[in-house]
Every structure is written in C-alpha cells, then in structure tokens.
Nanobody, 124 residues
Framework: QVQLVESGGGLAQPGGSLRLSCAASGFTFSSYAMSWARQAPGKGLEWVSG????????YYADSVKGRFTISRDNAKNTLYLQMNSLKPEDTALYYC?????????????????WGQGTQVTVSS
C-alpha cells in the first residue's frame, strides 16, 4: 500500500532553517510528481511546492519562493524540502503528497495520497 512518512519538523527561530524529508513506499516513486502542502491552525491545506517525477521542473507558491527548495532522490524514494529564512507565518503542519500523475498541480485536490504530516513551528 502507498505510504508517505514525513520527518524533520521541529522548532526553529525566525531566520533559521529546517529540512523536511518524505519517505515513500508502496508505489513507483519515480513515476509520480510530488508536492509539499501545509496547514496552519484554523486554515485550509495550502499547496507549497511541487516537483516533476524526474526532478526536471520545480514550482513554488509565492509565499515561499526564494526561501524554500524542493528536491527528490528517486534512488532513495525520498522527497525533500529545504526551508531557509523561516518566518513565523511558516508555522504549520507540513504534508507530502503524491500527484495523480507525472505532472505538478497547484491544487491539493489533485493529489491522491498524503502523509501524516510533520509540525514546523517558527518562534523566538
């Protein structure tokens, strides 16, 4: 069965960095685009960043562009999100999701599996 397991969240100070990982299993990871999304308290799920199945193209929400970097290692079935220059408004539960195909969608409804999430808290 498809499994997505996020890790790497925690507490960071404003301006700090964190690196999230998502370990995938139960499907051919290299055949699917993947994305990160986040949910802040009291808000809906927000798409953050996506990457094509072969890693050739990446996309970012305006709110994280220039600060976050998405990458993947298809040999290790792992997705990453490097988060730099963190802001308090980045505080949220972060999820990795599998696209329904090889393309990246900006709409969270176009993803058929999500992990359980990892908490990121940015505070001084």
């Amino acid at each position: 069965q498809v499994q997505l397991v996020e890790s790497g969240g925690g507490l960071a100070q404003p301006g700090g960095s964190l690196r999230l990982s998502c370990a995938a299993s139960g499907f051919t990871f290299s055949s699917y685009a993947m994305s990160w999304a986040r949910q802040a308290p009291g808000k809906g799920l927000e798409w953050v960043s996506g990457i094509y199945s072969d890693g050739s193209d990446t996309y970012y929400a305006d709110s994280v562009k220039g600060r976050f970097t998405i990458s993947r290692d298809n040999a290790k079935n792992t997705l990453y999100l490097q988060m730099n220059s963190l802001k308090p408004e980045d505080t949220a539960l972060y999820y990795c999701g599998r696209s329904r195909g090889s393309w990246v969608s900006f709409h969270v409804g176009e993803y058929d599996y999500w992990g359980q999430g990892t908490q990121v808290t940015v505070s001084s």
